[in-house]
């Protein structure tokens, strides 16, 4: 096993690690930091959420950044407002020991423009952004890309499901030069191959996280088999079981998330839903009573969940399966943090036990049946 000293990491970025209790490098941080600090280079990042890519990103980024110069040098888009938030948290936080002071802004839509565009008038390193206020920024040339070095595109699938191929298409057209892309992404479909095809050097580095490294054995998988017009009931009867519990409630849809919120709280449970769909306004406030523990349960979707960072989350409930078996992986490693133990359940039809089968054989876990 490597360390951050091994990897090429500077002492100071090391000391405000440790006090993050980050102490030895993921594997997908053992496989990109040094390559992007030895070299100028194009990078393809195959990893899921939750690999620590913020840091395997970030610290060679940070690294790379001239104090003395005041433009902006690196960009990084991400897809959601709470990641774009949470990505400049973590940069702030590796540069507390560092003696140039390393300026981070965040750009996202929510909040109003004028006040971003005063924060960007002031000397900026670093923009973290989502897509679309950042065109916003572009149009009104409010921003400079000019010089850019690097261009980092997080959870680039996720970019593209939420349909930011356009915004993306432009950004990445705009900021042409002698930028190098570092893409992550948890999927590799066509749209990405296109961007890889049409904007990044045929000599990138490829760096791959196999799955089965991801799994945290201190998740207990099990699923419970129910006919469709049974499963509201199921659940509720899990929820009652375990009312001194808090978790997370995954639905595959904005309309199916609404619904079962509106079921569950007519039962006198303590839910909310988050989807896409929502004013931000609205989302904020849902997630800070479910952070401040005011709400018990939560109700997402995948792609609204993304960012949400929680500990002591007791069970993840899987409404239905997720149609990318990488989001099993997304979902379930909400649970069992900071070496706590924790569940995953998925409640089934009896016609998707061969999902469950194929779950287990792809992902390398173990599913049991329970019943309650």
């Known amino acids: 096993m490597s360390t951050f000293l091994d990897l090429g990491v500077n002492r100071e970025y090391i000391k405000a690690l440790k006090e993050l209790g980050i102490k030895e490098p993921t594997e997908i941080q053992e496989k990109t930091i040094p390559v992007l600090l030895e070299s100028k280079t194009d990078l393809i990042g195959l990893a899921q959420t939750g690999t620590g890519k913020t840091a395997a990103f970030g610290l060679p980024i ?3 950044i001239d104090t003395y110069e005041n433009h902006v040098q690196a960009l990084i888009l991400s897809p959601t407002r709470e990641l774009v938030q949470q990505i400049k948290k973590q940069l702030f936080k590796f540069t507390k020991y560092i003696d140039e002071k390393i300026f981070v802004e965040a750009v996202y839509g929510g909040e109003k423009i004028d006040k971003q565009i005063n924060s960007l008038k002031r000397t900026t390193h670093i923009i973290v952004a989502t897509p679309g206020r950042l065109i916003d920024l572009i149009e ?3 921003i400079n890309l000019n010089y850019i070095s690097t261009l980092v595109l997080d959870e680039a699938d996720e970019m593209l499901s939420m349909g930011f191929k356009q915004e993306l298409d432009r950004i990445l057209k705009y900021t042409n030069g002698t930028r190098n892309i570092w893409l992550f992404s948890a999927t590799m479909p066509n749209e990405i191959q296109q961007i890889i095809n049409n904007y990044m050097s045929p000599n990138a580095k490829r ?3 196999e799955n089965y490294t ?4 201190n998740i207990n998988h099990q699923y419970f088999l129910t006919p469709i017009k049974n499963k509201t009931d199921a659940i509720i009867r899990f929820l009652e079981i375990n009312d001194d ?3 997370i409630i995954f639905c595959r849809t904005k309309a199916g ?3 079962l919120a509106e079921q569950l709280k007519k039962e006198g449970f303590s839910v909310d839903a988050l989807e896409g769909g929502m004013q931000q306004k609205e989302r904020d406030k849902v997630m800070r ?3 401040n523990k005011s709400l018990q349960i939560l109700i997402s979707t995948d792609v609204s969940a993304r960012g949400i960072d929680v500990h002591n989350l007791a069970f993840i409930i899987h409404h239905q399966l997720p149609e990318q078996l990488e989001y099993y992986t997304h979902r379930s490693g909400r649970t069992a943090r900071a070496g706590k133990s924790g569940l995953s359940l998925a409640f089934i ?3 998707e036990l061969d999902k469950i089968h194929e779950i287990q054989k792809k992902i390398g876990i173990k599913f049991t049946e329970t019943i309650f």
């Open 207 to 209: 760096v791959t996280v």
């Open 289 to 291: 009573a479910f952070k």
């Open 245 to 247: 519990q808090r978790g």
């Open 62 to 64: 940070l690294h790379d």
């Open 214 to 217: 991801l799994i945290n054995e």
């Open 140 to 142: 009104r040339k409010k």
């Open 257 to 259: 998330t609404q619904n």
């Open 349 to 351: 039809l009896p016609s």
